[in-house]
């Protein structure tokens, strides 16, 4: 089981506790096993549109989906059923401005019940225009609904040493049971925790455990580095460091420099003359000296010919112009 799966799982076991049969936030149904879609219905005053005029609608259905990037990226939540607020449109709620890795679950599904009873809205940077002005010019009618929605929860607290504590909670997914530290320091509970297969350390969600994207094999945030070309992730064994920048490079961004024989990354490669940027730069101010073995003349010229035989400007015999040299490491 993966660090998503264990996610997943823990979410749903804290969602069933959180939300108990006759509170006003209840899953109707969920998708997979463990449960990646969830169907949530909110029993609290919201607005729809009817004529033109917000009228109360007591009753909404949402379609919160945990997409392969969770916990990373934030899920992908839309409404099923209408509602006139200024941070919901057909389809999608908007919540990527404030979500963490270490926020659970449940807390989010509580955080779009309270956006729907207009307990949280914000006109600064809306998805309905319309609703924003319309809620900026009747702001003491809100909320619509004042309800109290939210699961009790309690904040981590490390010590000093990073060691779990008691009342700390998970990072992950919010649990308060068995709260030890990854190796970063997070706090996570034991269904977080995974060893991660490069480093064999302790590693959680939140440090960004995925795959090598080349050989698929699973890491760390800290084992797996992206590409600055693709950024595609890829663990120490399938990238290398680009001679002239120095940053990560996985092997489908990697070239040799056809001058220096150096492994650098696309973007310091100059594909036209196939070499890198650093003896791109080092050989176009250079001039090549040559010896005229006729004549003995001494000629200094450019970089161009190098590797070619031209006539001598002096005896018009040939002249060899020596293979440039790369620059020293």
Not at 49 to 58: H, I, K, N, S
Not at 59 to 65: G, N, P
Not at 107 to 129: A, C, H
């Amino acid at each position: 089981m993966n660090v998503r799966e264990k996610r997943l799982r823990a979410d749903h076991d804290r969602i069933q506790n959180a939300f108990p049969i006759g509170s006003p936030i209840e899953v109707v149904k969920v998708f997979g096993e463990p449960p990646e879609k969830y169907h949530i219905r909110y029993r609290v005053k919201g607005l729809v549109l009817q004529a033109g005029t917000p009228v109360e609608r007591l009753e909404h259905l949402v379609e919160v989906y945990l997409t392969q990037s969770y916990p990373r990226m934030a899920p992908q939540c839309r409404m099923l059923t209408p509602v006139f607020h200024p941070n919901i449109a057909p389809h999608a709620i908007c919540i990527g401005d404030h979500w963490a890795a270490g926020e659970s679950l449940a807390d989010l599904i509580v955080r779009i019940g309270e956006m729907i009873s207009f307990q949280s809205y914000n006109t600064k940077s809306p998805l309905n225009g319309d609703a924003a002005r319309w809620a900026d010019l009747n702001s003491t009618q809100l909320p619509v609904d004042a309800t109290h929605l939210h699961a009790e929860r309690i904040e981590a607290t490390l010590s000093a040493d990073g060691k779990g504590v008691d009342g700390a909670i998970c990072e992950n997914c919010g649990s308060r049971q068995g709260i030890a530290s990854c190796h970063a320091g997070h706090a996570a509970c034991p269904s977080c925790l995974m060893e991660c297969p490069l480093c064999h350390k302790q590693a959680c969600a939140k440090c960004g455990f995925g795959a090598c994207g080349v050989c698929g094999g699973q890491g760390c945030g800290t084992c797996l580095s992206k590409c600055a070309n693709c950024d595609r992730p890829s663990c120490e064994k399938h990238r290398v460091a680009c001679f002239v920048c120095g940053k990560a490079a996985c092997p489908d961004c990697e070239v040799e420099c056809g001058v220096c024989g150096k492994k650098v990354c696309l973007k310091d490669y100059v594909a036209d003359k196939s070499r890198c940027r650093r003896c791109a730069g080092h050989i176009t101010a250079m001039r090549v000296k040559s010896v005229c073995a006729s004549c003995g003349g001494v000629f200094s010229v450019p970089h161009r010919l190098a590797g070619k035989s031209i006539p001598c400007p002096r005896c018009h015999a040939s002249l060899r112009i020596p293979e440039v040299k790369p620059p020293a490491s």
